[in-house]
């Protein structure tokens, strides 16, 4: 069975940092490509960031260009996304996705992060 756990979320201050953990289990973890997404209130669910099997590829929201970076260990199943230079916009759910076509689509239980001004 297929499980994404989140951590490392919280409150922050502008300008400070948060590093999200993501762990997966129950699927062959190293031949996925995996996402981070996140909903702020009243706004739709948006991707964050992709990260393909191996790190060769790797896109950003514009919005969090040149401020976060995700990253991967697929040594330890983890998907990590390093988040600089917060603002308050960055406040939102973030959630780990794991899209494994046709064997379903999996989400974390998103872990809030909160940036106050």
């Known amino acids: 069975q297929v499980h994404l756990v989140e951590s490392g979320g919280g409150l922050v201050h502008a300008g400070g940092s948060l590093r999200l953990s993501c762990a997966a289990s129950?699927?062959?973890?190293e031949i996925w490509a995996m996402r981070w997404y996140r909903q702020a209130p009243g706004k739709e669910r948006e991707l964050v960031a992709r990260i393909s099997p191996y790190a060769h590829m790797i896109k950003y929201a514009d919005s969090v260009k040149g401020r976060f970076t995700i990253s991967r260990d697929n040594a330890e199943n983890m998907v990590y996304l390093q988040m600089d230079s917060l603002q308050p916009e960055d406040t939102a759910v973030y959630y780990c996705n794991a899209d494994l076509q046709h064997m379903g689509t999996y989400w974390g239980q998103g872990i809030q992060v909160t940036v106050s001004s």
């Open positions: 129950g699927f062959n973890f």
